[in-house]
């Protein structure tokens, strides 16, 4: 393995050393205007609910608003992973005995560490993309209170590729979680090969003699290569569970965990440059005095398109998806419960739908697919990554970077999209 070596590390939804940035961001200039603009994401939601009286949170005391902010928004106790190296601005606290518990659904992040002044939310704004809150657990007048520069200064550099967004990292940590740096460090996304997931992270689940880098304390002396990891049906031999909802950090979980963020990034950036590139379109038209017509753009625009689209084009069908060599099985309900959730085709597939065998789903499409993020980008994008999606599955395109996808997956992936997802262009039911 060849480690990654950057500057500053960051996991999921955390706040590390500050990164250094110029300002002001471009993601706070034109046309995106991220500080300045109002979100609309699941958690602003929520604070509005709260606000008109619709919704009150509930502090149990031992974890204070944790489990009355997850039920609001409806995410599941069983989605529960657990990180226990020092990469968040809670590190103080974080150690292997007391890790971070992350809990997520398909847009929020939910960020708790036992005895810590705050929950940390991460919320997925349509056109914003990535919006963080913190919720202090010692008011009596429980507020979603939205952060920027603190926040942004890690999460919108160039450690997310100059976005507001999250990353998951895999690191060698050691006995009182912090990461060994002169080891390495690795960025963690449905390719990552599973020798080098899971470091500084609790792992429960079953894996075959596939090894990872997860439940294991390291020494500076220790090689960068993991040694052997043992099936783990729970943590209590590792840490006192009974401070977290479940006594689990589940495999399947954390595997969709990495998929997810790194897609919610690639949604964000083709937003971004797609929403760019027609900003200066219109601009250098009404330097023409020339009219901007929908669907009608020069060469260097739709060139710009392809560029914003292709890398979410192929991250969606899972293109350089690191195979299983063997079966994957985690130890709580969550792959029932993110299965349960559709929707579902008149045949009754789903693109939530587990493969774990050699893959992680059955049908590699990703369901973020029907995400408000998904919906929301710029028509000229979402025409062209149509277009892409349509010449792929229908195998106009049988190019190396979508060998993976046999003609049964193509055939089937199209069926479901037809059958289950709204505002698909008119060509992929006629075949024109």
Not at 254 to 262: D, G, K, N, R, T
């Amino acid at each position: 393995m060849k480690p990654n070596r950057p500057l500053l590390i960051a996991v999921a939804l955390t706040l590390v050393t500050p990164l250094l940035r110029a300002e002001p961001a471009i993601y706070d200039e034109d046309p995106i205007h991220y500080s300045a603009s109002k979100p609309n994401d699941p958690a602003a939601q929520l604070q509005q609910w709260i606000t008109q009286g619709k919704v009150k949170l509930k502090s149990d005391g031992e974890r204070g608003y944790l489990q009355s902010v997850l039920a609001a928004l409806k995410i599941p106790a069983s989605s529960q992973t657990l990180v226990f190296s020092k990469t968040s601005f809670q590190r103080d606290i974080i150690s292997p005995k007391n890790p971070r518990a992350l809990y997520f659904d398909d847009d929020t992040y939910i960020g708790y560490v036992p005895g810590g002044d705050v929950v940390e939310i991460a919320s997925t704004d349509p056109q914003l993309g990535t919006v963080f809150y913190t919720l202090d657990q010692n008011t009596r007048r429980p507020k979603l209170v939205r952060q920027t520069d603190n926040c942004l200064q890690c999460h919108g550099s160039t450690l997310t590729r100059d976005i507001p967004g999250l990353v998951v990292r895999s690191v060698f940590s050691d006995s009182r979680g912090l990461p060994i740096f002169t080891a390495g460090t690795f960025v963690t996304t449905h390719e990552s090969p599973l020798a080098e997931r899971w470091g500084g992270w609790y792992v429960t689940g079953h894996l075959g003699n596939q090894h990872h880098m997860g439940n294991q304390i390291w020494k500076e002396t220790d090689g960068p290569d993991p040694a052997p990891t043992t099936h783990v049906d729970n943590l209590s031999s590792y840490l006192d569970v009974s401070k977290y909802l479940t006594p689990e950090s589940d495999v399947v979980a954390l595997m969709v965990l990495e998929h997810q963020v790194e897609a919610h990034n690639r949604l964000t950036r083709a937003n971004y440059r797609a929403r760019t590139a027609l900003r200066d379109e219109k601009a250098l038209n009404d330097a023409l005095h020339e009219p901007t017509v929908p669907g009608v753009h020069t060469e260097s625009i739709q060139s710009r398109l392809k560029n914003a689209g292709e890398p979410l084009v192929e991250y969606l069908l899972f293109s350089g998806e690191a195979p299983l060599a063997e079966p994957v099985s985690g130890t709580t309900s969550f792959a029932r419960d993110f299965a349960a959730r559709g929707p579902r085709d008149k045949n009754g597939r789903s693109l939530r739908d587990f493969d774990l065998k050699t893959r992680l789903f059955k049908y590699p499409c990703s369901y973020l697919i029907y995400s408000s993020s998904f919906d929301a980008l710029p028509e000229a994008e979402k025409d062209y990554i149509y277009r892409r999606l349509y010449e792929i599955l229908t195998g106009k395109d049988t190019s190396k970077d979508f060998a993976h996808l046999t003609p049964q997956d193509r055939t089937n992936i199209l069926e479901i999209l037809r059958d289950t997802k709204k505002g698909l262009p008119d060509y992929w039911t006629s075949g024109k």
